[in-house]
């Protein structure tokens, strides 16, 4: 039986936007210069993929702002974000942990993709923390780079699916997203991890990755 899925009670919005207003600029700078050490900018080009966590900021930022700095000198004009959407209520682990078991959820009224230039279905996706330092470091990375006019800038599109098992292509809004990105260099986030003392384990049990984890 697979490991059933729980609500995340965590106000993980207000913890995020708190870490990142507490950052100094010497702290952002030091950000951005570790993600200097990655040269992403081609492989989007090329039509790769990059895929950044979403994790505690002073840990995870700079992978974060070497995403952000990979879009920006792609040279592209769209970029298409794709999130995860976190099971914040009752009804979205029920209906995931009931895909997880096997069940057809084809029909479901949560399955498709949300995202705020896309026809609208649900609205769980506003309540979702997973791309709140992409936000942040594209500000900062294009602040940085002289474009403080938005209009300026490459357009974003955040889009998060959800239920999309083994056929994402049926998922509603898919449509619309595969032809917004046809232009657009892709990029996305994910969780390497679900376990140790960011989600609940104590120092006694977690385990680095080398020991087992």
């Given at each position: 039986m697979a490991?059933?899925?729980q609500p995340i009670r965590i106000d993980w919005p207000n913890i995020y936007t708190n870490q990142h207003a507490a950052l100094s600029p010497a702290q952002i700078d030091t950000i951005f210069a570790r993600a200097a050490q990655w040269k992403l900018g081609d492989v989007l080009s090329a039509g790769g993929v990059v895929v950044f966590p979403h994790a505690a900021v002073l840990d995870c930022g700079y992978q974060v702002a070497a995403a952000v700095n990979a879009a920006l000198d792609s040279?592209?004009?769209k970029v298409l974000v794709v999130s995860v959407l976190h099971a914040w209520t009752a009804e979205m682990s029920d209906a995931r942990n009931r895909m997880a078991e096997g069940e057809e959820m084809t029909d479901h009224p949560l399955r498709g993709i949300q995202g705020p230039e896309l026809p609208s279905i649900r609205e769980e996706w506003r309540l979702d923390h997973a791309l709140i330092s992409w936000r942040f470091f594209w500000n900062a990375?294009?602040?940085r780079r002289g474009l403080s006019d938005p209009n300026r800038r490459p357009r974003f599109q955040e889009v998060y699916p959800f239920l999309a098992g083994n056929e994402p292509q049926t998922l509603r809004n898919y449509e619309?997203?595969?032809?917004w990105a046809e232009?657009?260099?892709?990029?996305?986030?994910a969780d390497p991890f679900h376990h140790g003392i960011g989600y609940g384990d104590t120092d006694a049990t977690a385990?680095?990755?080398h020991q087992g984890a």
């Open positions: 490991q059933q899925a040279g592209a004009s990375a294009c602040e619309e997203v595969a032809k232009d657009a260099v892709i990029v996305s986030t385990r680095a990755p």
